[in-house]
């Protein structure tokens, strides 16, 4: 069974920095992109970050410069730093990866930033 489950998340004044974790198992963690999206009240869920089994990142252009994706495969962990936060970066964050085998994709059960003064 595929578990993945997000921790990190809580709330912080605008400038501020957060890190969030994403534990998976059931999976050869190593083998997989994983993924950070987001979805913010009233709004569709939208794809922050990518990172490769190769360590290859990619970033929404809202994030860029300020949010890192990296990966401890050892841990089977994925990481978001979160740095400059701005109100508009108030979402619940979800990891994610695709399962090619299932042609489906494995969501988190996601954790609440919310970043206000």
């Known amino acids: 069974q595929v578990q993945l489950v997000e921790s990190g998340g809580g709330s912080v004044q605008p400038g501020g920095s957060l890190r969030l974790s994403c534990s998976a198992s059931?999976?050869?963690?190593?083998?997989?992109?994983m993924d950070w999206y987001r979805q913010a009240p009233g709004k569709e869920r939208e794809l922050v970050a990518t990172i490769t089994s190769g360590g290859g990142t990619n970033y929404a252009d809202s994030v860029k410069g300020r949010f890192t994706i990296s990966r401890d495969n050892a841990k089977n962990t994925v990481y978001l730093q979160m740095n400059g936060l701005n109100p508009e970066d108030t979402a619940v964050y979800y990891c994610?990866?695709?399962?090619?085998?299932?042609?489906?994709?494995?969501w988190g059960q996601g954790t609440l930033v919310t970043v206000s003064s």
């Open positions: 994610s990866t695709f399962l090619r085998v299932r042609s489906s994709r494995v």
């Open positions: 059931g999976i050869i963690f190593s083998n997989y992109v």
